[in-house]
């Protein structure tokens, strides 16, 4: 039995990760936990020591530090978990996976189990939202293709959602026009009948296309905004990395993109659709990351900040329609140049 007396969370890991291990030592591993349990900063303090291991350029002493963070993660509790779902953390896994940084470097098996291990996390450690943002962010850069396969006694699996109710067959209108010419016993209201149903399963197929397409987009954005608000809220122009610098900037990349779609979204929203709010809410979010990515970030003096509108901006988007199209203010701000924007909505 190794004698604990002296030892600390570096010198644990050091013997838990030792490349001349022939297997893994659970006697260093469990140490490195229980030292963790001990000390008040140690899951701040093991985390930071985990990443280095992890992105060690030997196989083995990668993979055992694997281990380690995967006995941390079912030995350390809440505290550690906080941690590990913290954007600084995660994004040095994110390291180990993408090609732009160690990616090329690593070895299959060392990026196989990162994978792994990220979205074995998404499912049981719903409340650390950091983590499937992060796990999304490598599936939607092609990184990640299929989800793997995560046996179901080592995740919480949540509760499939109910199923939601079909509006188009709940429309009284049709639905009593249908059952009008089912009873019928004409061919040709019979005839009308199945071109009713045939129309309104059309709709229903358009309607959930729209539906997917929109929930995806505002999954995206929100996603998008919550990384890159993470990353500014750590940057520094004189001591962030050049990968994070990177980062940052795609991560900001993505959001431009972003506000045109979702500009189209609220065109082609009705007024009575329940998700109008959640589309004005996502244009929000753009524009004031948008925003506080240019002020941090380039250092520009931003005119007609988003945080200068408040919660009153969702209302006015509501109320605001010209030819059946939303001026949403912090969108038209990207768009056009302030005095432009002030022209247009003075001859409104």
């Keep these: 039995m190794a004698d604990a007396e002296g030892e600390s969370l570096e010198s644990w890991l050091n013997k838990a990760t030792n490349p001349s291990n022939r297997q893994e030592d659970w006697e260093y591993i469990i140490g490195f936990c229980d030292q963790i ?18 992105q060690s350029p030997q196989e083995w002493e990668a993979i055992q530090a ?47 189990r990162v994978v792994d291990m990220l979205f074995s996390w998404t499912l049981s450690l719903p409340d650390e939202a950091k983590i499937s943002e ?11 293709t299929v989800d793997p396969e995560v046996p179901l006694d080592k995740t919480l699996m949540p509760s499939p959602p109910s199923r939601p109710k079909n509006p188009v067959f709940e429309n009284e209108e049709k639905s009593k026009r ?6 019928s016993k004409k061919p040709e209201d019979l005839q009308e009948a199945n071109r009713l149903i045939k129309n309104m399963v ?36 004189d001591q962030s990395t050049d990968g994070d610098k990177e980062l940052i900037k795609e991560l900001y990349g993505d959001c431009d993109k972003l506000r045109g779609t979702v500009f ?29 990515y ?40 990207l768009f056009l140049s302030e005095a432009q924007v002030w022209g247009f909505f003075t001859k409104v």
């Design 37 to 54: 349990n001990k000390e008040l900063e140690g899951p701040q303090i093991a985390v930071r020591l985990l990443a280095h291991k992890i």
């Design 178 to 183: 249908l059952a009008e010419l089912l009873k």
């Design 294 to 333: 240019k002020r941090i970030v380039e250092g520009q003096t931003v005119n007609g900040e988003m945080e200068t509108l408040g919660p009153s901006t969702t209302t006015q988007c509501k109320n605001m329609r010209v030819h059946k199209f939303y001026f949403l203010p912090g969108i038209v701000h």
């Design 134 to 144: 992060a796990y999304q962010m490598l599936k939607k850069q092609g990184i990640v």
């Design 202 to 237: 059309k709709e229903d197929e358009v309607r959930l296309q729209r539906a997917s397409k929109r929930s995806g987009t505002l999954e995206e954005v929100n996603n998008s905004v919550k990384l890159l608000n993470e990353m500014l809220s750590h940057f520094s122009r």
């Design 264 to 292: 189209k979204l609220a065109t082609e929203t009705e007024d009575n659709d329940s998700s109008l709010g959640d589309i004005l809410q996502a244009s929000d979010d753009l524009s004031r990351v948008i925003n506080s």
């Design 66 to 112: 694997l281990m380690v963070l995967e006995a941390c993660m079912k030995n350390c509790g809440k505290r550690f978990h906080n941690e590990v779902g913290k954007f600084r953390f995660l994004n040095e896994l994110i390291k180990v996976v993408s090609p732009k940084y160690l990616g090329d470097r690593v070895s299959e098996v060392v990026k196989k």
